[in-house]
């Protein structure tokens, strides 16, 4: 209607046939394609709750499983290759089979995809295939992802890196065939050749991946390693520079995502030209660590629309600085798998709560958890996953300093919910992710403390004799999750705010610890020191100076016995309690250093360990000058001391 009359029939003709041709591939995709998907998913998902589902049916396992595992992989080998080498290779697969048959025997019966893979790699021979474990690592990301080809081509170029590592010949179609053969067994029930069919063409789409990228990593890494070795200072800086002229002028609302010192740049460009190489090197750990920087990309709030021109610019520079097409090119697919992988995660991390969390509005994060059901609603505000990497929304809002927003999680967390079956109450969930949640209020928010402790408190509506019933939720303040003695009292302590100590909680979860276990310890700590000291003080100040020049045995030996008793035990304990503290300390790594020179064990940071440590030494000093000690060679038993016999000591 807008183009009127310049909307011709040819015009209507060409748009018909676009429309036709677009409805038809949407039809054909979802005709051929869909079916498959399903099978690959619900069979996916039988073989993996075969582990939650097998109830010790052993002797079907032992008799069927395994025979079939074999026999149906034999069977598919040679049916895919029908050739005499294929037929010698099976031939000797049967005989490795044979010979470590007594070792499979051995082995308890494979309930998961796993255990079932590995069982029937050792049937077919296949034990030492190094390769194979690696695909499998990576086997379960591939299967979920199917239906994404842009996430199973991620997957499968880092699978590529992997592979690039094993220096042995890689047959894939040796995966395929026990990956076959331990899906027939996990879901014998409900496999067809539909199943068949499903499977195959998930794998035939892998393996056309993967040999597409054989061989060629090995030989990228090594042309990029001679480029980035070769680089002078100069060319360095020119690098630095560069990247971001380009990158700003193919992007300019990016300037206002980089607005830190130069020398904060020309790190982070330095990084990701490190970042290139690695990926070669060591790919499992850099995905890691991509995945722990995606989810603070996500945090800051970058919009993933500036990584594809950062990677534009960064290839551009490298492609003026060197003439080696297999460098640039292995630097281009690097850095382009690394923005990918970042976009992907920031894409998973951005959650409508961490949205709103950047927003800093309790009304917006309101309603971003009102989407959640009950039982996850605790889960959306504490952790987001991407891969084997979390991030907490509630600590990224305290220390991004969103305070009203950390405000608003904690008091939605310590809301009794309730359905037709069951109570939500986000208590436990908090101090099982965040044990340290005290200790990190005590320090980076002590305004949402007092939050946090009326949380803890449960009263009821209804009274009963002008009381009603108050429930104090303190078991987590008291104890950590592997039963020790949690530090929340110290940190609260450590905060020196009176208002905080004279919260009801914590003065009956303190005074409940005070009562039933500190107190005793307390009173027979204090007691020991104090009859020690008593020992102590007569034997040096008392018994000493009784009948002074002229004491007699009686007095000697009460004096030798009390300074025994005090080096002993007083000495020995408080020497152990150093020793044991130092050790530890010292094996942990936890030292410091005063002055930044002198390094001590941490320990000693504590002013009460310092001054018993100041006591041993003292007391160790009088040990070396106890005078008994030096006056023994000359010990009479019938004489008594006197001024002359004292001289000795001399």
């Known amino acids: 209607m807008e183009l009127g009359s310049r909307f011709t029939s040819k015009a209507r003709s060409g748009w018909r ?9 949407y039809i054909y995709v979802r005709r051929e394609y869909a079916g498959r998907l399903k099978v690959i998913a619900s069979s996916w998902a039988t073989a993996n709750r075969k582990a939650n589902e097998f109830e010790g049916t052993e002797g079907e396992g032992e008799g069927g499983e395994g ?4 026999g149906e992989a034999n069977k598919v080998m040679e049916d895919e290759d029908g050739r005499g080498g294929a037929k010698a290779q099976m031939a000797e697969a049967r005989a490795s089979g044979e010979r470590s048959a007594n070792q499979v025997n051995a082995m308890k019966v494979p309930t998961t995809f796993s255990e079932m893979f590995m069982f029937n790699g050792a049937v077919m021979g296949f034990g030492n295939s190094i390769w194979m474990h690696e695909i499998l690592e990576s086997f379960d990301n591939i299967v979920v992802n199917v239906a994404n080809s842009y996430r199973l081509q991620e997957e499968c170029d880092t699978l590529s890196l992997c592979l690039a590592k094993y220096k042995g010949s890689i047959n894939l179609r040796e995966f395929r065939a026990v990956m076959l053969a331990s ?19 998930l794998w035939e789409n892998v393996e056309r991946m993967l040999k597409s990228l054989l061989g060629k990593p090995a030989l990228q890494e090594k042309a990029l390693e001679r480029l980035l070795m070769s680089l002078t200072e100069d060319s360095r800086n020119y690098l630095r520079t560069e990247l971001y002229r380009r990158f700003f002028a193919l992007a300019p609302a990016g300037q206002e995502y980089f607005k830190q010192s130069t020398t904060r740049l020309y790190w982070i460009a330095d990084r990701v030209v490190e970042m290139t190489i690695e990926m070669y090197r060591d790919p499992k750990k850099l995905v890691e660590d991509i995945s722990a920087l995606g989810l603070r990309h996500v945090g800051y709030g970058i919009p993933t629309e500036f990584f594809a021109p950062y990677v534009s610019g960064a290839v551009e520079v490298v492609r003026t600085m060197t003439t080696d097409e297999t460098a640039e090119d292995g630097f281009r697919w690097s850095l382009s798998l690394i923005s990918r992988m970042l976009v992907r995660t920031i894409n998973e991390g951005s959650t409508i709560v961490m949205k709103a969390i950047n927003t800093n509005s309790a009304k917006q994060l309101h309603k971003a958890v009102e989407c959640a059901p009950r039982g996850k609603r605790a889960t959306w505000v504490l952790n987001i996953t991407v891969g084997t990497q979390s991030i907490s929304p509630l600590y990224w809002a305290i220390e991004s300093g969103s305070l009203e927003s ?16 069951n109570y939500y109450y986000g208590c436990d969930t908090l101090f099982e992710r965040h044990p ?11 305004a949402l403390l007092p939050l946090l402790l009326d949380g803890l408190v449960w009263r009821s509506r209804l ?8 429930n104090f939720y303190i078991k987590h303040l008291i104890q950590d999750a592997d039963g020790n ?10 905060a020196a705010d009176p208002k905080i100590m004279c919260h009801p909680v914590v003065v009956l979860f303190s005074d409940l610890i005070w009562t039933r276990l500190v107190n005793m310890f307390f009173l027979l700590g204090k007691g020991w020191f104090l009859f020690t000291l008593t020992l102590f003080i007569i034997s040096q100040s008392i018994l000493q100076h009784l ?10 030996s009460a004096i030798f016995g009390f300074r025994c008793f005090i080096y002993l035990c007083s000495l020995g304990q408080l020497l152990r309690r150093q020793l044991v503290q130092a050790i530890r300390d010292i094996r942990a790594g936890d030292v410091v250093r005063v002055r930044g020179i002198i390094p001590i064990p941490d320990y000693l940071t504590s002013w009460k360990n310092a001054v018993s440590l100041v006591l041993v030494l003292v007391l160790i000093f009088m040990l070396s000058w106890e005078p008994i000690i030096w006056c023994f060679p000359h010990y009479d038993r019938q004489a008594e001391t006197s001024a002359d016999v004292l001289s000795l000591v001399d």
């Open 547 to 556: 009948n002074e020049g002229h004491q007699e045995q009686g007095t000697r």
């Open 436 to 446: 340290d949640i005290v200790r990190r209020l005590c320090a980076d928010a002590q």
């Open 183 to 201: 899906l027939r067994s996990l879901v014998p029930k409900d496999w067809d050749t539909q199943h068949e069919v499903a499977w195959t063409w």
């Open 463 to 470: 009274t009963q004799h002008g009381q009603r019933r108050v």
């Open 485 to 494: 003695f949690n530090e929340a009292l110290e940190c609260f302590v450590e």
């Open 406 to 421: 950390a405000k608003a999680m904690i008091r939605d967390l310590l809301i009794i919910r309730a359905d037709r079956d």
């Open 67 to 70: 025979g079939e595992g074999a």
């Open 17 to 25: 046939s676009i429309l036709n041709y677009v409805g038809g591939s």
